[in-house]
């Protein structure tokens, strides 16, 4: 995930570029003539058999030479992030059809990138509030590999084995809902990203896809927050605020999970415009751990409140996209 090609794989693969139309568009693109496409926000997914990094940079090189479909596009878009795929699971057709399954995304163009296969087309149309990157890879210092992604309707089953898997001391830190199967099911049946960003961290286990790391991003500013931080004479903008509340499965708790999603959260939550997170209901005074961990990724104290314990508020800025 990356908005220059520079931090991309050399590997071959797959690879992702989301970007925004602020305005609607004229353009001729080779042999499929002159298209209209409205403004807002698309993907492009194509493949790289010589490596991810070289191929996109090509794509980005406004001046480049014109000669996959999308070269006439990027030029009159603005780079939101490029998702890179080299391990990918599951085929390009297949990785390009995912986000068709959230609600408003469709096929912008038939046939676009799509010379060689069976599919629509290989450029989306999604709604301005989709946020992106839909999936990162990402790597724990001890070597293991986790997916991060939105949570999806067929997660059902993967959410219902997490919640059942949380031990008491973490249910009691971490409370924004209950934490059995029909929560999931009832959670997965109603996914809205315009309310609330579900984003997981999963793994490869003995039985396929685990989630092992699952945190909420409520977009706008939760009733009892915003009266605390009014009180502390902080004004939160419910357009570009969102309350964060992640967990952790116990198993890997302190081993850089959370760290590992946290780059993608701040890219999703910039990519809807948000600015500002606060902690949803604080940090209960001594959860040390979880205080050390917002500390590092720019979470600063505000204030405290009691409830039935002590608690600090805390608030990270995180500024706009690159
Ligand atoms: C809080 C939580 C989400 C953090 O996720 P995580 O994956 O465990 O966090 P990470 O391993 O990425 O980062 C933890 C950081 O805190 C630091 N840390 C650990 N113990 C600490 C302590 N006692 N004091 C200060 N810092 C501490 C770690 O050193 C690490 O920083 P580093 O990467 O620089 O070494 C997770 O532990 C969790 O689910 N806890 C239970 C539920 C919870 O408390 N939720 C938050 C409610 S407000």
Redo the contacts with the bound molecule.
């Keep these: 995930m990356t908005a220059t090609a520079d931090t991309l794989p050399d590997a071959p693969g797959l690879y992702r570029i989301w970007f925004d139309l602020h305005a609607p568009l004229d353009v001729r693109v080779g042999a499929l003539g002159c298209l209209s496409l409205p403004e807002g926000r698309y993907a492009y997914t194509g493949s790289a058999r010589g490596g991810i990094r070289a191929r996109v940079a090509r794509h980005l090189r406004a001046d480049g030479p014109r000669r996959w479909h999308i070269d006439w596009v990027l030029p009159h878009g603005r780079i939101v992030c490029v998702e890179s795929h080299p391990h990918p699971a599951v085929s390009e057709c297949a990785l390009n059809a995912e986000p068709l399954a959230w609600p408003g995304v469709e096929t912008a163009v038939r046939r676009f990138g799509a010379s060689d296969c069976r599919c629509a087309g290989h450029l989306i149309r999604a709604p301005r509030w989709m946020p992106v990157p839909l999936y990162s890879d990402a790597r724990l210092t001890a070597g293991e590999r986790l997916r991060v992604r939105l949570l999806r309707p067929d997660d059902e089953e993967r959410l219902g084995d997490y919640f059942l898997g949380l031990s008491d001391r973490?249910r009691s830190?971490?409370g924004p809902h209950a934490f059995d199967r029909p929560t999931a099911r009832a959670i997965c049946a109603a996914l809205d990203p315009r309310d609330m960003l579900r984003i997981v961290a999963t793994m490869d286990g003995p039985r396929n896809e685990e989630i092992v790391?699952y945190l909420l991003l409520k977009l706008g500013v939760r009733e009892s927050d915003g009266k605390r931080y009014a009180a502390l004479g902080i004004k939160l903008d419910p357009s570009r605020t969102a309350a964060l509340?992640?967990?952790?499965a116990d198993a890997?708790?302190?081993?850089?999970?959370?760290?590992?999603v946290m780059p993608t959260l701040f890219a999703m939550a910039r990519s809807v415009g948000l600015r500002r997170i606060v902690?949803w209901d604080g940090?209960?005074a001594d959860?040390?751990?979880?205080?050390?961990?917002y500390r590092?990724w720019g979470f600063v104290k505000v204030g405290e409140f009691t409830t039935s314990a002590l608690n600090y508020d805390m608030v990270a800025d995180i500024g706009e996209e690159p």
Excluded at 245 to 248: E, G, H, K, R, T
Excluded at 252 to 260: D, E, F, L, T, Y
Excluded at 287 to 293: C, E, I, S
């Design positions: 973490t830190l971490y790391a509340a992640p967990s952790v890997w708790q302190n081993r850089g999970v959370a760290g590992a902690l940090v209960i959860n040390h751990l979880a205080q050390g961990f590092k």
